[in-house]
C-alpha cells in the first residue's frame, strides 16, 4: 500500500498555510487527518466549510453522530478525535461506548439519533422505516434528519480519507470496542 505523508505547512499552498496557521491557533496543533487534505488546494477549506457549517444539531448530538459513524466505519482516527470532543462535551467514558455501539441508555432521544445514524451508514442511506420513524419520534425534526445525514457524509469522507492514507493518529487511542463488550 503506498505510504501518505502528513504534508507541513511548508509543504502546502498559500491558502492551506492559512487555514493551518488558523487551526494551530484554534487548536494549538494542526491534527494529522486535517493536515491530509491539504494534499489538495481545495479539500481542507471546502471539508472545514461543512464540518463548521450551520445545524439544527446540538454540539453533543454532533459528537454522538460521529462516534457512532466512525464505529460503523472502523476508523481509529476518528474514533479517538471524537473520543477526546465527546468528553469535552461532557459524555462520560461508558457514555462515549455506548454511543459508539449505536446507543445511548442514559438518554432516549440520543438512544434514536445514533441508531439512525448507524443505520443509515450500514445501510448506505436506507435505514428501515421503523429507524427513521423511531428518530422522528424522539422528537426529532424532518430538518434535524437532513441535517443528520450531512453529518454521516461529512464524518464518512473523514473516515475514508484517514481508511485510504492511514496517516499517524495525533489523539489518545479510543479503546477498543470489542474488548470493552467482551
Not at 58 to 69: D, F, G, S, Y
Not at 90 to 107: H, K, N, P, V
Request: hydrophobic share 45%; net charge negative.
Amino acid at each position: 500500500m503506498a505510504t501518505f505523508q502528513v504534508p507541513t505547512r511548508a509543504t502546502v499552498s498559500e491558502a492551506n498555510q492559512a487555514i493551518f496557521d488558523n487551526l494551530e491557533s484554534g487548536l494549538g496543533f494542526v491534527p494529522n487527518l486535517y493536515a491530509t487534505y491539504a494534499h489538495s488546494k481545495n479539500a481542507l477549506g471546502n471539508y472545514l466549510a461543512l464540518s463548521n457549517a450551520k445545524t439544527s444539531l446540538k454540539a453533543k448530538e454532533r459528537e454522538a453522530v460521529n462516534l457512532a459513524v466512525s464505529q460503523v466505519n472502523e476508523c481509529e482516527y476518528c474514533l479517538a478525535a471524537h473520543t477526546a470532543l465527546g468528553k469535552m462535551n461532557g459524555f462520560t467514558d461508558e457514555q462515549i461506548l455506548e454511543l459508539r455501539a449505536g446507543r445511548a441508555s442514559f438518554d432516549a432521544k440520543l438512544d434514536a439519533l445514533v441508531a439512525f445514524s448507524r443505520a443509515v451508514t450500514i445501510n448506505r442511506g436506507k435505514p428501515t422505516a421503523d429507524v427513521t420513524d423511531a428518530f422522528l419520534a424522539a422528537g426529532f425534526t424532518q430538518e434535524n434528519l437532513v441535517d443528520t445525514i450531512v453529518l454521516i457524509g461529512d464524518k464518512t469522507i473523514s473516515n475514508y480519507l484517514h481508511g485510504v492514507t492511514q496517516v499517524p493518529v495525533d489523539f489518545p487511542a479510543a479503546p477498543a470496542l470489542e474488548e470493552v463488550y467482551a
